[in-house]
Nanobody, 127 residues
Framework: QVQLVESGGNLVQPGGSLRLSCTASGFSLDYYAIGWFRQAPGKEREGVSCLSPVSSSDGTTYYTASVKGRFFIARDNAKNTVYLQMNSLKPEDTAIYYC?????????????????WGQGTQVTVSS
């Protein structure tokens, strides 16, 4: 079965850390750009970070301004998984986080360009 599954969401206090995982089954993530997106209640879906395909020569990673220096995206090719390490979490990071794949040579944070999505994982930052 071809699917993406996110995990790792949880309730965490402000200043804490979480690592989200996006694991693919039925296909290899190596050939796709991977994006992390989030959607908070009443807000539009927002691009958080993305990573270009393994085959890409530019090794592009992007972060939206609000998470730069706090969030980090990385692949584990052996596990067919992409991680989003989230540090120094803030209440405004609270959202459902989704991973998605884009068949492209590089990556970007425009969600409509991504075709395959996971079901999402809830991140809540609160004291």
């Amino acid at each position: 079965q071809v699917q993406l599954v996110e995990s790792g969401g949880n309730l965490v206090q402000p200043g804490g850390s979480l690592r989200l995982s996006c694991t693919a089954s039925g296909f290899s993530l190596d050939y796709y750009a991977i994006g992390w997106f989030r959607q908070a209640p009443g807000k539009e879906r927002e691009g958080v970070s993305c990573l270009s395909p393994v085959s890409s020569s530019d090794g592009t990673t992007y972060y939206t301004a609000s998470v730069k220096g706090r969030f980090f995206i990385a692949r584990d090719n052996a596990k067919n998984t992409v991680y989003l390490q989230m540090n120094s979490l803030k209440p405004e990071d609270t959202a459902i986080y989704y991973c998605a794949t884009q068949n492209a040579h590089t990556c970007g944070l425009t969600w409509s360009r991504y075709s395959r999505w996971g079901q999402g994982t809830q991140v809540t930052v609160s004291s």
